[in-house]
């Protein structure tokens, strides 16, 4: 079988058999989650009540990235594939390089809310039209990424037939009934049109639809157009609002922005928790650290499980981000327990460092919360009022 290292050393350029394509895919799944724990810590970093505006534009992407994350699992179980996402090997050691990307690209690492962390987050979410093509070596956009999985999905099917390509179980599918937000909703993919349209979305919330600064969300899912991740970030880099008339090529010309970089928590982003581990007796950082860590392993468990083949359990990975907020909080208004780190106002931070250990616990756990729901595919689940009343807020 070819490895994904083997694809990106021979070319960057469309899957040419369904083998290929579902690494493609499976590769997309974790380019998407590798933004998550990046744009959540510079959202988690940002003290509270300030930063407002910044704060919930990032959040907006965090939530938009988990619904790309699930509808690249959509795609990838519609072609016979099977999602992974709760293994050591899914969870990047940051800084990180995106998966397929061209070596150009810089590696992506972990910042606190700062301009450096939005020059971070603009490199990820460039629009293909601010960047030159790509020539063999991996993408330098990720719009290029799909459009090469579009291009290999439409030669396949022209190839092999529709059926012969969507081979998965349509039980496998998350739905509308199972994920949502402001910004779109999961769908089932079926064949080749709900397929492009997947693609599409993801694309379009990125980097803009139709070379403008804007997403399609009121083309697909009828809802108010929102400025596409790329310009959302830039609002908040370059302190301005867009215009309705602003173009991906002109800078904002809307009004000023309040944003204050000094209103955050700074951090060192290698942080590691071995480095908290040595002043366990004198801090509590350690134990956040590890708390947060397994927390998010528990996150990640929910996701496989919802993926293979029980998409009502997405519905438990909503207050299972809500707790990953909530430690955050615990955790980034500590001083780093390295008193030299603490004397130039270095604080504590998430270090996102997963083991087999976490995800033998998470999905101990997982069971344990969901033991009592009758599992047969499409069953509801039966949460509790206090878990309810946590979604709502959520949404």
């Known amino acids: 079988m070819i490895t994904a ?15 290929e394509l579902r690494k493609y895919l499976q590769a997309a799944i974790e380019v998407e989650h590798l933004t998550i724990p990046v744009y959540m810590t510079g959202m988690y970093t940002i003290r509270p009540d300030t930063n407002r505006l910044a704060y919930y534009a990032i959040r907006s992407v965090v939530l938009e990235e988990m619904l790309h994350l699930t509808l690249a699992a959509n795609l990838l179980n519609a072609v016979g594939g099977k999602p992974n996402v709760a293994h050591p090997e899914f969870v990047a050691e940051y800084p990180a390089k995106l998966p397929f990307s061209s070596d150009e690209l810089p590696l992506i690492g972990l910042r606190h809310f700062s301009p450096k962390a939005l020059d971070t987050f603009l490199t990820i979410e460039r629009p293909r039209s601010l960047v030159p093509p790509e020539e063999g070596e991996g993408w330098t956009s990720i719009g290029q990424f799909y459009a090469a999985i579009a291009d290999g999905l439409r030669a396949l099917v022209e190839e092999k037939g529709e059926a012969a390509v969507f081979t998965g179980d349509p039980a496998r599918q998350v739905g509308p009934e199972d994920f949502y937000n402001s910004g779109g909703e999961a769908f089932p993919i079926a064949g080749l049109k709900s397929a492009l349209t997947a693609i599409e979305v993801i694309s379009e919330q990125g980097e803009g639809a139709d070379d403008s600064i804007w997403d399609s969300d009121d083309k697909f899912f009828g809802e108010e157009r929102q400025l596409a991740h790329y310009f959302r970030f830039n609002e908040i880099r370059t302190g301005r609002s867009y215009g309705r008339h602003d173009t991906p090529r002109t800078p904002p010309s809307g009004p000023l922005l309040d944003v204050t970089w000094d209103d955050a928590y700074k951090i060192h982003g290698d942080s590691k928790v071995a480095d908290y581990k040595e002043y366990e007796e004198t801090s509590r950082v350690y134990e956040e650290a590890v708390a947060f860590n397994q927390c998010y392993a528990t996150l990640l468990s929910y996701l496989d499980s919802a993926f293979d083949g029980w998409p009502r359990l997405m519905c438990l990975a909503v207050p299972t981000m809500l707790e990953l907020g909530d430690r955050a909080e615990r955790l980034y208004r500590n001083p ?22 976490h995800f033998d616990a998470a999905r101990e756990q997982v069971e344990q919360n969901i033991e009592a729901v009758d599992r047969t595919p499409g069953a509801p689940i039966d949460l509790s009022a206090a878990t309810m009343q946590k979604r709502e807020q959520f949404a």
């Open 5 to 19: 290292t083997e694809l990106h050393a021979q070319g960057f350029k469309p899957p040419r058999t369904i083998e």
């Open 336 to 357: 780093h327990p390295d008193p030299a780190l603490a004397k130039k106002g270095v604080c504590a931070s998430a270090t996102f460092e997963l083991g087999v250990r």
